[in-house]
Each structure stands twice: as C-alpha cells, then as structure tokens.
C-alpha cells in the first residue's frame, strides 16, 4: 500500500514538474515580442490596433494568442470588417486588419451612423470620425446597423456621386447638406460650397480645387450655382467670422 501511494506521488510530482517546465518553455522560447500590423485603412494606429487586438490574458505567448484567436475568436473593433493573423515564428504574429470603407455618416438622435459605400449601416458612435463626412439634411428613417440606410434611392445614388467625386479630387469636406428642396452646400473647413440641386456635380467639384485656391486667406461662400463653365468662374464672397 505504501508502495502504490509512493508511486502515485511520484507521478503527480512528474507530473508537476514537467507542466512547470513547459511553462517556461513557453514563457521563454514562445514569448510574443513582435506584432506586425498590415491594414487597409488608416483610422486606427498600429498601436491602437495592438492594444484592442491583444487583450487576452496569455496573449503574451505566441501560441497562446494564436489558439484564442482561433477558437475564440478576436474581439470585434469598431470600423473594423475584418481581423486575421498569422504566426511568422515562435516570437512573431503577422495581424492583419480590413478596415470599413466609411463613405460617410449621418447623426440621429445624438448618435453618429457611419454607412458604407452601399449604404449599410456599419456602426455608430457618439462623435464623428475623423476625417468622415457629415451629411444631414436627408430622411434615414429607421436606422438599423447592418442594413441599408432607408432613404430614397435617388437621393443616395446623389450623395455617393459627391462623396465619389470629393474623393476622386481630394477634397475633405466636412459636412454636405441638403436643404428641402434638394439643394446641396459643401463644408469645406470654413469655406461654404453652393452646389445647388442637379442630377450631376462633375464639373463644378472637378473644378472646385481650383477656384478656391484662387482666393486669398480667409473663409469664403462659393456660388457654384450659376457657375460660368466658359471661363470656370464662380461668384465668391467672404465669410464673417
């Protein structure tokens, strides 16, 4: 009886012992110390990224991570569609992110609703994200993460054409409003854009760089409305600050 209870130390005490060693095996050859962060957008910082990817209480082993992340899954991150990994070595993971392409967002009670490109509502936050456009103005009925923003269809297909053009110029509007009627004005820092109400914007935003490049400092209220196309002009007046 002695014997079996000495024995049945004995293998416990192994057993102890070999679970401590692998600790630190892990610990010391599997230790993470290197996170690469490939992504396709720029809203979050490779930091910021690290730090909402790697919450995990073991995340400081390689392996460790790397099984959460594939049972477990990663924690979802706001404007983010997608996150993937990959282990390079025993000390290194490879993150890769995909992030939202936010076309812009629309306030409603309070809240800000970033919509893509196809009008689905991605997320919502309590501020506008840097560097998204603002659009009021528009009914968005019911707005529901995940679905599309119920608006008219026409008015939409307007919204993205802007949103594609401003792009396709570089231009960072802050704000593109509609008034009633269907009239549009751009926010431009602090300059005011009078687009007016039509079914195409192409020539007056493909020209907008440059008309307003030709004014001195200051903020400025561009009439694009009645734009002469001949000479490319457009009446200009200064904004009282």
């Not at 979050?44 to 099984?67: C, P, W």
């Not at 282990?87 to 290194?92: G, L």
Request: net charge negative.
């Amino acid at each position: 009886m002695h014997d079996l209870v000495l024995k049945k130390r004995i293998v416990i005490y192994i057993s102890i012992i070999l679970f401590l060693v692998f600790v630190v095996i892990l610990l010391l050859l599997f230790r993470l110390e290197n996170v690469i962060v490939e992504k396709s957008g720029d809203y979050y910082s490779d930091d910021e990224i690290r730090a909402k990817v790697l919450n995990g209480k073991f995340d400081n082993i390689t392996y460790l991570f790397a099984l959460r992340a594939e049972t477990g899954g990663l924690d979802p991150i706001p404007f983010v569609e997608k996150i993937d990994y990959e282990v390079i070595d025993r000390n290194t993971v490879k993150i890769y992110v995909y992030e939202r392409q936010i076309a812009g967002c629309v306030p409603v009670m309070g809240k800000y609703f970033c919509f893509d490109r196809e009008g689905v509502v991605t997320d919502s936050t309590d501020s506008p994200p840097q560097g998204t456009i603002v659009v009021t103005g528009i009914d968005v009925g019911d707005v529901v993460i995940g679905q599309r923003i119920d608006s008219g269809r026409d008015v939409f297909k307007n919204l993205m054409d802007i949103v594609t053009l401003l792009n396709k110029n570089n231009i960072d509007a802050k704000e593109i409003s509609y008034d009633f009627r269907g009239n549009v004005t751009l926010m431009i820092d602090d300059d005011e854009v009078l687009l007016g109400e039509k079914d195409s914007y192409d020539l007056e935003i493909n020209n907008l760089s440059n008309i307003m490049k030709t004014m001195g400092e200051g903020a400025f209220k561009f009439d694009m409305r009645y734009m002469d196309t001949e000479n490319m002009s457009v009446t200009a007046k200064p904004i009282d600050k």
